[in-house]
């Protein structure tokens, strides 16, 4: 079975402080993915990577970073949290540019005061 | 731009039948999928259609029709365990690009 791991479940963090958040993938998969999530607005990507160093924006990449070194890992960086960033956040990925089926991490709930 | 709509929120009762319906604006199709949310946990795949016509997997069905840029996810007999989030999600382009997902619709199984 595919695992897709993300640091922490709940993470509380001060407004200004640089959070970062980790994702790992134990397949061996392409893409991998951030996306934030909030009550009726769905899924959001904010930034994605289909390879090792490489990146692209989502949707709303304002306010983030995102770091790919190592094919399984994904790590998803805000560089000064406010609190407009409190939010489920999921990292996915999937084997390769065909694929239709995203595998997703359980979730990181952050809370920034 | 690019738009997926389907209902906020569906109630429906235990061993019933519901469709959540989707339909889809964007700018190129190659494939609709939809993915289930219990609360708290992570979404997962449950269904991919890419032709025309009607996919079935156990209790679920998924079903595409490409002219009418309409999709929909039929779940039957429904149980409790059924109220879940339910997504779908549009590949739009070929190549190294991401899902779109809709807003999610929130399904209520009540006794």
């Known amino acids: 079975d595919v695992k897709v791991t993300q640091s922490s479940r709940y993470l509380v963090k001060r407004t200004g402080e640089k959070v970062f958040l980790e994702c790992v993938q134990d397949?061996?998969?392409?893409?991998m993915f951030w996306y934030r999530q909030d009550p009726g607005l769905g899924l959001r990507l904010i930034y994605f990577?289909?390879?090792?160093?490489?990146?692209e924006k989502g949707d709303i990449p304002e306010g983030y970073s995102v770091s790919r070194e190592k094919k399984e890992r994904f790590s998803l960086i805000l560089e000064s949290a406010s609190t407009n960033q409190t939010s489920m956040y999921l990292c996915?990925?999937?084997?390769?540019?065909?694929?239709?089926?995203?595998?997703f991490g359980p979730g990181t709930r952050l809370t920034v005061t | 731009g690019q738009s997926l709509e389907q209902p906020s929120e569906v109630t429906a009762v235990e061993g019933a039948i519901v469709q959540i319906n989707c339909t889809y604006q964007?700018?190129?199709?190659?494939?609709l999928s939809w993915y289930q949310q219990h609360d708290g946990g992570a979404p997962t795949f449950l269904s991919y259609?890419?032709?025309?016509g009607l996919e079935e997997t156990g209790r679920f069905s998924s079903f595409l029709s490409r002219s009418d840029s309409y999709g929909y996810l039929l779940l039957q007999e429904l149980q409790m365990k059924d109220s879940a989030s339910y997504f779908c999600?549009?590949?739009?382009?070929?190549?190294?690009?991401?899902?779109?997902f809709g807003k999610g619709t929130r399904l209520s199984v009540i006794a």
């Open positions: 996915a990925s999937s084997p390769n540019t065909d694929s239709y089926e995203q595998y």
């Open positions: 397949m061996d998969h392409e893409n």
């Open positions: 990577s289909y390879d090792v160093k490489m990146k």
């Open positions: 964007t700018s190129g199709f190659y494939g």
């Open positions: 259609n890419a032709l025309d």
């Open positions: 999600a549009v590949r739009d382009h070929e190549g190294n690009t991401p899902l779109v």
